[in-house]
């Protein structure tokens, strides 16, 4: 197991001119980056001083960069493709929400353009309150009539019969 | 046929849709507000465009955007505070299946 090195001792070694190269090996899930210094080799670590893994090399190569080095080797001889951490399903739900709330926005205001634009161009028709609401209700009523023709769909136990697989035939 | 009006028919076409008992009452509660507004005078909260106000139409969850002028309202759109979304189809005779219900089930094990 390699020494642990934080990541201000490291920039310290760096810039010393002790450590020249680095290795982002692969694991299982992630990576980690390893300092040659010299006859010793050096892992870094996080400020709690566990082993610091990273998701991607971008992350760890960008890692490096704050550490001041610029050259460095991959091996993934030993990765394994995985998940550091749990997936995090309330900022997914989050954004989900955020972007559902946002489209919501965007198509709220393109309707309101839309009437204002009619008044603009002189194209808008204004009702009564009371001629809007009699349209109103001959519609309902219409469509209300139309739901109450449509056939009511029951299970019907001959489809019921079909579904599934029957065991013992 | 003014916006307002489309999006009210569109209100009572939606809640039709969803099998409601009685979408009379279900339109009503938007007219009494609509009506409460004008009773009272409410000028409503600043809307999300210059000049128009916005009045909240709960519990059924619409909004009205209007603007004032003088005792009148105009009113120039009536729309649900979220998007709806179209029920479920059923599934049984008659009802179009959605693409995943398509999909043909291979169940395993020997003949």
New interface residues.
């Given amino acids: 197991m390699p020494h642990p090195i934080k990541l201000d001792a490291l920039r310290d070694l760096v810039s010393s001119g002790a450590v020249k190269t680095a290795t982002i090996l692969g694991e299982k899930g992630g990576f980690t980056v390893h300092a040659d210094a010299g006859s010793s080799e050096r892992v870094l670590t996080n400020r709690a001083g566990q082993v610091k893994m990273f998701a991607t090399t971008d992350t760890a190569v960008r890692e490096l960069a704050r550490a001041g080095l610029s050259s460095f080797l991959v091996d993934i001889s030993q990765y394994q493709k995985g998940l550091l951490r749990a997936p995090r399903t309330d900022v997914s739900d989050r954004a989900k929400r955020a972007s559902e709330a946002l489209e919501h926005e965007r198509w709220f205001r393109a309707k309101v353009d839309e009437a204002l634009r009619q008044e603009e161009q002189g194209v808008a028709t204004w009702h009564e309150h009371a001629d809007v609401w009699e349209d109103v209700k001959k519609a309902t009523a219409a469509m209300v009539a139309k739901r109450n023709l449509e056939p009511v769909v029951a299970s019907s136990p001959r489809i019921a019969k079909t579904r599934g697989r029957k065991k013992g035939i | 046929?003014?916006?307002?009006?489309k999006d009210?028919?569109r209100a009572?076409?939606h809640i039709?849709?969803t099998?409601h008992p009685d979408?009379?009452a279900y339109?009503n509660g938007i007219?009494d507000r609509?009506?409460t507004m004008?009773a009272i005078k409410n000028p409503g909260v600043i809307?999300?465009?210059e000049g128009?106000v916005e009045w909240m139409l709960n519990p059924p969850s619409y909004v009205a955007?209007l603007k004032w002028a003088g005792p009148d309202a105009?009113i120039?759109?009536v729309?649900p505070t979220?998007?709806m979304k179209k029920p479920r189809p059923?599934i049984?005779?008659?009802?179009v299946r959605r693409p995943q219900d398509q999909r043909r089930r291979v169940?395993g094990?020997a003949s």
């Fill in positions: 046929m003014g916006l307002a009006v009210l028919i009572a076409a039709v849709s099998g979408p009379d339109l007219r609509i009506e004008y809307g999300r465009h128009t955007v105009k120039y759109r729309l979220a998007r059923q049984g005779i008659g009802c169940s094990g």
